[in-house]
């Protein structure tokens, strides 16, 4: 399973951006998605994850309303949309999966997820 991160970079405080993590290397549609950042001397920490099917998506408080989790399935992507940005946004942004098809027990626990893609820099300024 590969996972590629991509659309990080520098934004101004309120400015927006789309990440996508492109997977490849089994059935995408049968798998949760998430994706977690981590900020300079602070632990990696959940954003956002979706289901297997799209149904369920789950934000981590900090982001909630302001970050939009989606997948298309079609393309074997997964997006994050992020509106609002603000200096403490500022982070690598992984994305990440499981390893067990279908519902996972907990989508903000990072134990939860065995792939792990390779990060992408987000920095935004004040």
């Known amino acids: 399973v590969q996972l590629q991160a991509s659309g990080g970079g520098l934004v101004q405080a309120g400015g927006s951006l789309r990440l996508s993590c492109a997977a490849s290397g089994r059935t995408f549609s049968s798998y949760a998605m998430g994706w977690f950042r981590q900020a300079p001397g602070k632990e990696r920490e959940f954003v956002a994850a979706?289901?297997?099917?799209?149904?369920?998506?789950f934000y981590a408080d900090s982001v909630k309303g302001r970050f939009t989790i989606s997948r298309d399935n079609a393309k074997n992507t997964v997006y994050l949309q992020m509106n609002s940005l603000k200096p403490e946004d500022t982070a690598v942004y992984y994305c990440?999966?499981?390893?067990?098809?279908?519902?996972?027990?907990?989508?903000?626990?990072?134990?939860?997820?065995?792939?792990w893609g390779q990060g992408t820099q987000v920095t935004v300024s004040s």
């Open positions: 979706i289901s297997w099917s799209g149904g369920g998506t």
């Open positions: 990440a999966t499981p390893g067990v098809k279908y519902a996972i027990y907990n989508y903000k626990r990072q134990g939860s997820y065995d792939y």
